[in-house]
């Protein structure tokens, strides 16, 4: 079955300074990766998704993020964060069909100003 | 488009009341899951539907627990009789099943059982 860890729980950063948000899956077959964003009090919101090609894609609101199979990895990354960033990410799998999502615990972001 | 609607937004009740929690997908999306957010167990998913059929409901956490999707438009998901461990966020999120799709987050059921 598949699993997603994110090693980080909580995570400050300075406004301007650069973000990485780990995570790591585990997969059998090439896995289908998400990153969504949730708001403190709003739904799960996709920042980006990687199926296939490219191994580093871009998002909404200025996230990237790179695949990289030897690692079983798919970072999440924005070079400048923004107040406005502060929030809980989760990273996602999908596998074994259905669209059934398989979600790691989140991390929460604070962005200091 | 709306996105994904669910009613009520809050939901406050008493121990031992029943609860229906309402869902309208996306429009044309065919598959359908049901999520429980609580700080101590995270995002888990409870049921998920293809085609307005129950696919996966091994997450759903005992028989007072129930869902339906009589139609590609509607789904609910009830709790009868309500306990207070049942308080939580539920979200609905709604999919094309055409493999890899991403899912679709509606602003979830805030629920309080006292």
């Known amino acids: 079955a598949q699993s997603v860890t994110q090693p980080d729980i909580h995570i400050t950063v300075s406004e301007g300074a650069s973000l990485e948000l780990r995570c790591n899956y585990s997969?059998?077959?090439?896995?289908?990766l998400f990153w969504y964003v949730q708001s403190p009090g709003q739904g799960l919101q996709l920042l980006l998704k990687y199926f296939s090609g490219d191994t580093l894609v871009q998002g909404i609101k200025g996230f990237e993020a790179e695949f990289k199979r030897s690692q079983s990895s798919f970072n999440l990354r924005k070079p400048s964060v923004h107040w406005s960033d502060a929030a809980e990410y989760f990273c996602?799998?999908?596998?074994?069909?259905?669209?059934?999502?398989?979600f790691g615990t989140g991390t929460q972001l604070k962005v200091e100003l | 488009d709306a996105g994904v609607i669910q009613s009520p937004r809050h939901e406050v009740t008493e121990m031992g009341q029943e609860v229906t929690l309402r869902c309208k997908p996306i429009s044309g999306h065919n598959s359908l899951f049901w999520y429980r957010q609580t700080m101590m167990r995270g995002l888990e998913l409870l049921i998920y539907f293809n085609n307005n059929v129950p696919i996966d409901d091994s997450g759903m956490p005992e028989d007072r627990f129930s869902a339906k999707m009589p139609n590609a438009s509607f789904s609910t998901l009830k709790i009868q009789p309500s306990e207070p461990r049942d308080s939580a966020v539920y979200f609905c999120?709604?999919?094309?099943?055409?493999?890899?799709?991403?899912?679709?987050f509606g602003p979830g059921t805030r629920l309080t059982v006292t």
């Open positions: 996602a799998v999908e596998g074994g069909g259905g669209n059934k999502l398989t």
């Open positions: 999120a709604s999919s094309y099943a055409s493999g890899g799709g991403e899912q679709y």
């Open positions: 997969y059998g077959a090439t896995p289908y």
